[in-house]
C-alpha cells in the first residue's frame, strides 16, 4: 500500500471519529433537551455573577468558558480572539453543540458591552450595555439586566430555539413587542447604547417596584417557662399559656431607586402579650396571702435583611438572613414570688420559604442565634456578672388565599442561657432566698395563626 493511499485512510478516520464525537451533542441540542450556553471569562469574577443569575432561566446548560477553550484547542483552534474570528467560532461552536456564547467587553469605567453570540453565523445578533459595580465587576443588578436582555432575546427568537428551550418553557408565548421595542440600536453609536441600557434599566427598576413589601399580623398563645438553678436555691415559673399578638414587617425599598441594592432590606417584629395570675405571698409565715398579678410579655426586634429570592422570579420561594437586636421584657406589677425580667440579645438568623407541589402552598422554616446578650431587669437579683446566649426556630406553613395574600401557621420557640457569678439581693425586702452562680434557663415558645399580604 502506497504513502499517499495509507495518510488518505488515516485521514478519514479522523474525519470520521470527529462526527461521531460532535454528533451526539448537536443531536441532544435538536432533541430539545437543552440550549447549551458558554459564558466568556472575566479576570474580575463578573462571568460567575452571570452564571448564577441566569441559572434559575429553565432550559439552559452551561458549560465553562475553559471547557470550550478545550473544545477549539482540540480542533486545532487558537483561542486567543477566537470570539471576534466568525469562520473559527463556527466550527468551535458547531462541534461543542454551543447554541449561545454571552461575551462581555469592557466599555467604559461604568459599563461592559454585552454581545449574544449565536451558532447560526457566529456573530453577536444583540448587544447591549450592563452597569458594573464600584469595583469595577458586575454586580448582581447588572447580571438581572443580562438575564431580562437574555429573556427577552430568546423570546424574539422564538422560532429559532423552540426546539431546544420546549423542555423547560412549554407553558411561556413569546411576548407581543410594540414598535419601539423592535428597533434596532445603532450599535455604533455609544449614546444610543446607553438610551437603550437606560430603557432596560427603567423596565429592571418597574419590576423591583413590586414584592418589595411583605406586612404580617397574627395571633399568638405564648407560654414562658423560666428555671434557675443556684449553689442554696432553686426557682421555677411557668406562666402557662396567654393570648396576645406579633405584627411584622419586611422590606425591601432600596432596589426600586437602585438596582445594586435589591437584596437589601431592613425588618422590624412587635408582639405582646398580656394577662393575670395569682400568687401566693409566704413572707407572713403562717398567714400566706394570695395576691392579684397582671403580667405583660414584650418583644421588640429589629435589623438588616440580605434577601436571595428576587421580584425577578415567578415564585413564592424566599431565602432571607438577617442581623439585629431584640429587647424582651417580662415585666409584672409588685408581687414577692416572681421578678422582672429583661434581655437584650444580638441575634443572627436565616429564613426559607419554600413551595411545595403548588406555587399555593408553602412551609416556612427559620433559625435565630443569639451569640451574645445582656441580661437586664433581675440580673441583680439572680447574682452579679453575667453572660447569655441562646437560639431559636420556627416552623409553620403559608396557603395563599388571595393575590398576594396568605393565610400564615406556626410553632416557634426561643430558649435564652444566663450564667451568673457571685451572689444577688434577696428577691424581695426581708426575704431569705438569695442566689448565687446561677444558671437560668428561659423558654419562650407557643403558636401563631394570622395573615401575610405581600406589596
Known amino acids: 500500500m502506497t504513502t499517499g493511499l495509507w495518510r488518505g485512510l488515516l485521514v478519514g478516520l479522523a474525519a470520521l471519529g470527529a462526527v461521531m464525537v460532535s454528533t451526539p451533542a448537536v443531536a441532544s ?30 432550559g439552559l446548560e452551561f458549560r465553562s468558558y475553559d471547557w470550550f477553550v478545550d473544545q477549539a484547542r482540540s480542533r486545532a483552534l487558537n483561542p486567543e480572539g477566537i470570539l471576534t474570528n466568525p ?50 465587576a458586575i454586580r448582581r443588578g447588572g447580571a438581572t439586566v443580562i438575564k431580562v436582555e437574555l ?45 437603550a441600557a437606560a430603557a432596560d434599566d427603567e423596565e429592571l427598576l418597574q419590576i423591583l417596584s413590586r414584592d418589595w413589601l411583605w406586612l404580617r399580623a397574627h395571633l399568638r398563645i405564648f407560654n414562658k417557662d423560666v428555671s434557675v438553678a443556684a449553689e442554696n436555691a432553686v426557682f421555677t415559673h411557668n ?19 437602585n438596582p445594586e441594592l ?29 395576691v392579684a398579678v397582671s403580667v405583660t410579655n414584650l418583644t421588640v426586634e429589629g435589623g438588616a435583611l440580605y434577601r436571595l429570592d428576587t421580584p425577578l422570579e415567578d415564585s413564592n420561594r424566599q431565602v432571607r438572613f438577617k442581623l439585629g437586636g431584640r429587647y424582651d421584657s417580662y415585666s409584672l406589677t409588685e408581687n414577692p414570688a416572681v421578678p422582672n425580667m429583661s434581655m437584650i440579645s444580638l441575634v443572627l438568623g436565616t429564613r426559607l420559604v419554600m413551595p411545595v407541589a403548588t406555587e399555593e402552598f408553602a412551609v416556612t422554616a427559620g433559625l435565630d442565634i443569639s451569640p451574645l446578650a ?24 403559608l396557603v395563599e388565599v388571595m393575590d398576594n395574600g396568605f393565610l400564615s401557621a406556626g410553632y416557634s420557640f426561643r430558649l435564652m442561657r444566663s450564667d451568673f457569678s457571685d451572689a444577688g439581693e434577696p428577691i424581695h425586702e426581708g426575704s431569705e432566698l438569695v442566689f448565687s452562680d446561677s444558671e437560668v434557663f428561659d423558654l419562650n415558645h407557643g403558636l401563631r395563626a394570622g395573615f401575610v399580604y405581600q406589596y
Open 239 to 257: 406562666s402557662g399559656q396567654f393570648f396576645g399578638y406579633e405584627l411584622d414587617v419586611e422590606a425591601f425599598p432600596f432596589g426600586q431607586s
Open 262 to 290: 435589591m437584596e437589601a432590606g431592613f425588618y422590624a417584629t412587635f408582639s405582646h402579650g398580656f394577662y393575670d395570675m395569682t400568687v401566693t405571698d409566704v413572707s407572713n409565715g403562717d398567714d400566706p396571702q394570695s
Open 374 to 397: 445582656f441580661f437586664g431587669a433581675g440580673s441583680d437579683i439572680f447574682g452579679a456578672d453575667s453572660f447569655s446566649f441562646g437560639f431559636g426556630s420556627e416552623l409553620g406553613v
Open 151 to 195: 429573556e427577552r432575546f430568546l423570546g424574539r427568537d422564538a422560532d429559532r430555539w423552540t426546539a431546544a428551550m420546549a423542555a423547560g418553557r412549554e407553558d411561556s408565548q413569546p411576548a407581543e413587542e410594540d414598535e419601539e421595542s423592535t428597533q434596532e440600536v445603532d450599535l455604533s453609536d455609544p449614546q444610543a447604547m446607553r438610551d
Open 29 to 58: 441540542e435538536e432533541d430539545g433537551e437543552s440550549l447549551r450556553v458558554v459564558i466568556a471569562k472575566v479576570s474580575d469574577g463578573s462571568d460567575q455573577v452571570i452564571e448564577q443569575a441566569l441559572r434559575d432561566l429553565e
Open 87 to 136: 469562520s473559527d467560532l463556527m466550527w468551535a461552536m458547531d462541534g461543542g453543540a454551543i447554541g449561545l456564547i454571552i461575551d462581555i467587553v469592557e466599555e467604559d469605567d461604568q459599563d461592559y458591552r454585552v454581545r449574544f453570540i449565536t451558532d447560526e453565523e457566529a456573530v453577536a445578533e444583540h448587544e447591549f450595555l450592563a452597569d458594573r459595580g464600584h469595583d469595577g
